[in-house]
């Protein structure tokens, strides 16, 4: 496959090579399905196991979901969490219509019907999609609240989101075109293999199973709405490769590896390549959260602008004790 030509700021650029003629999916989305993290088929993937959840009605139509994944314990009482690769979830809430402060009102009241269906547990741990403003809902329950933070990069031209970035970042990718191509023809399971190959070999056992990889990429891809990115040497290494999901209203960078010997470039042009894609889609383009600096520092570069992610947590003491109990026995061990 040819190389990638990249744009200067004053032409748009041609499209990836092999890239699939864009097709707007920005819309209005489903209040009860408001992120592709709560569509039943993601839920099914990412938890095979089952998930549940729980529903609040209005004169006997459905008005509030709010999944989640139970995993049993004997000590402390049951854990209410998200399934992994559900980066967030939280209430899917329909207020109607109506002034803004009477959704508002009717928003809290769906959250605090939600939270008394829930079943009996000694943890609870959601982090809130986009389409919450605020959980004080959940403060009021009695949860601790907790924001993270995440960069946004907004549907734009091609030329524009190129001269929004760093200079150094376009250069990094500029360097990246001459060295890689691109391609989206990886298949779920060879990107499997790569993701857990390359974490596995960076001293610490991968996070994430290669079949687990392999399912969830599969899924959205069956459901066209994924996209796994390579970036490949002239001679076919696969150098780094990247995996995004999108919904009605943003792509999520949801999974990234590189090979210990590539160059931080490839991600980059990977990068660049996958919010060129949402934004021909009308899709704003999530990074997925600012865990550590470094990070910080690398998505800063391709411009976006920050936006909260509120957390609500609540623990019991039975559960708190139960958690400390394994740690201070491997201590003593």
Known sequence: MPPVPLPDPERVPPPV?????????????????????????????????????????????????????????????????????????GPAIDAGNGAPTNRALRRDQIIRDLIAALPPHGHFTQRMHRGLPDIMAFSEAGFQTFVQFTYEIAPDRPES?????????????????????????????DFAAFYTANANASGAPSYYRAADIARVTAAALSHDRGR????????????????????????????????????????????????RHAAARGLIFDFDGLLTRGNRVFFTGFGGTVHPRYIAKRQTLASRIATRIPSRLRRLT
């Open 17 to 89: 090579a092999k890239e699939k003629p864009a097709r707007r999916d920005a819309g209005t989305p489903d209040p009860l399905h408001p992120t592709v993290f709560h569509e039943p088929w993601w839920l099914d993937a990412a938890a095979p196991n089952g998930w549940h959840e729980v529903t609040a009605t209005t004169n006997g139509r459905i008005t509030g979901r709010l999944p989640y994944l139970l995993r049993p314990s004997r000590l402390g009482g049951a854990a209410l969490t998200m399934p992994d690769y559900c980066h967030f979830l």
């Open 161 to 189: 989101l190129w001269s929004a970035m760093r200079d150094k970042t376009r250069n990094t990718i500029r360097r990246a075109e001459d060295r890689y191509s691109v391609t989206d023809s990886l298949s779920p399971t």
């Open 228 to 275: 796994i990115l390579a970036a490949l040497t002239p001679q076919g290494a696969i150098s780094a490769a990247i995996f995004c999901i999108w919904d009605a209203t943003a792509c999520y960078y949801l999974l990234s590896m590189r090979d210990r010997g590539a160059e931080n470039g490839a991600t980059g042009l990977l990068l660049w390549q996958a919010i």
